[in-house]
């Protein structure tokens, strides 16, 4: 079956401090992988989604950015963290093709900018 | 791209009381839709999924939703709701055979004993 990972659970990082968050993916083969994050009324916001390694698309100009190095392992990152970086992030994968595109959620990263 | 509308932000009910959470979305061609559910302290789990055929989807623990094509609608309901529902709901929609999901801002449900 599959399984989706992230870490670290939860990040307290100073201002101006750089990020890397860590989502990987296992039993399954050239997922789709999407970031997320999801801010209290405002619902879950697209910020990165990946259709295969080296092939990233932004959907919010900010101050992070999105890897893919491997098949099943996506990264965010930023050189700088802003306070407003503050959030919680979601990374999520799909079935690449296929009918079935239902997204399945990792349990997310708590990150506290200070 | 295709946007999602949840209008209602948070909703309380009581035990017993029936349940229908509004979402309406746009896009003009044909669309696969979700909602989704997160429990306190707990993943984004899916709990009911629209792709095609009969547009009411039935789902876990005893909800279903209704597509009306005509309306862009897929709201979710349940007869009957439970202290264990209290959560985050969240409509979502992609193009057929398209994995660019839109989400809505959520429902917060809080069912009172």
């Known amino acids: 079956s599959q399984t989706i990972h992230q870490w670290p659970a939860t990040l307290v990082q100073p201002v101006g401090s750089p990020l890397s968050l860590e989502c990987t993916v296992e039993g399954t083969s050239n997922p789709n992988l999407y970031w997320y994050r999801q801010a209290a009324g405002r619902g879950l916001q697209l910020l990165f989604y990946?259709?295969?390694?080296?092939?990233i698309s932004s959907e919010v100009p900010q101050n992070l950015s999105a890897s893919r190095p491997q098949d099943r392992q996506f990264i965010l990152s930023s050189k700088k963290l802003l306070l407003s970086d503050s959030g919680f992030y979601l990374c999520?994968?799909?079935?690449?093709?296929?009918?079935?595109?239902?997204?399945?959620f990792g349990p997310g990263t708590r990150l506290t900018v200070l | 791209a295709q946007s999602v509308s949840q209008h209602n932000h948070h909703v309380i009910l009581s035990e017993a009381a029936s349940l229908e959470l509004g979402c309406n979305y746009s896009?003009?061609?044909?669309?696969?839709l979700f909602w989704y559910v997160q429990y306190p302290g707990q993943h984004l789990q899916l709990l009911l999924k629209?792709?095609?055929?009969?547009?009411l989807v039935k789902g876990i623990k005893g909800f279903e939703a209704e597509f009306i094509k005509s309306k862009f609608s897929f709201n979710l309901r349940k007869p009957s709701v439970q202290w264990s529902d209290t959560a985050e709901y969240f409509c979502a929609v992609t193009p057929y055979n398209n994995n660019d999901m839109r989400f809505g801002a959520g429902t917060r449900l809080t069912v009172k004993p």
């Open positions: 999520a994968w799909t079935e690449a093709s296929g009918f079935l595109n239902e997204q399945f």
């Open positions: 896009y003009g061609g044909t669309v696969n």
């Open positions: 990946s259709v295969g390694i080296g092939q």
């Open positions: 629209y792709f095609s055929g009969d547009p």
